[in-house]
């Protein structure tokens, strides 16, 4: 089992930026693959950004390339999402989620942490 724990969310304006934090406990960290995803009220769960084992790769959306850099310290367990220029289109409940691959599909997905709110308001 991967224990989860996101934090950093909350309410900014547009243009501003948020740093999320993923936490991981349990399993060794540096064997998965992390990825964020967010749902917005309504709306199905959609790809974020993810982040292969060694933090060599990654892949982001459309909509945040250039914007948001997902990294990650397997020293500290932990992953993170840098969010720039943020839009209002990107209020959501963000989620961190861990697989033994990279992938953008969240079925894949094996573990997930609770989730943290970004609000931008415009």
């Known amino acids: 089992q991967v224990q989860l724990t996101e934090s950093g969310g909350g309410l900014v304006q547009a243009g501003g930026s948020l740093r999320l934090s993923c936490a991981a406990s349990?399993?060794?960290?540096?064997?998965?693959?992390m990825g964020w995803f967010r749902q917005a009220p309504g709306k199905e769960r959609d790809f974020v950004a993810a982040?292969?084992?060694?933090?060599?790769?990654?892949v982001y959306a459309d909509s945040v390339k250039g914007r948001f850099t997902i990294s990650r310290d397997n020293a500290k367990n932990t992953a993170y999402l840098q969010m720039d220029s943020l839009k209002p289109e990107d209020t959501g409940v963000y989620y961190c989620?861990?697989?033994?691959?990279?992938?953008?599909?969240?079925?894949?997905?094996?573990?997930w942490g609770q989730g943290t709110q970004v609000t931008v308001s415009s």
């Open positions: 989620a861990a697989n033994v691959f990279l992938t953008m599909s969240s079925r894949a997905y094996s573990y």
């Open positions: 982040i292969t084992r060694s933090g060599g790769n990654t």
């Open positions: 349990g399993r060794t960290f540096s064997n998965y693959a």
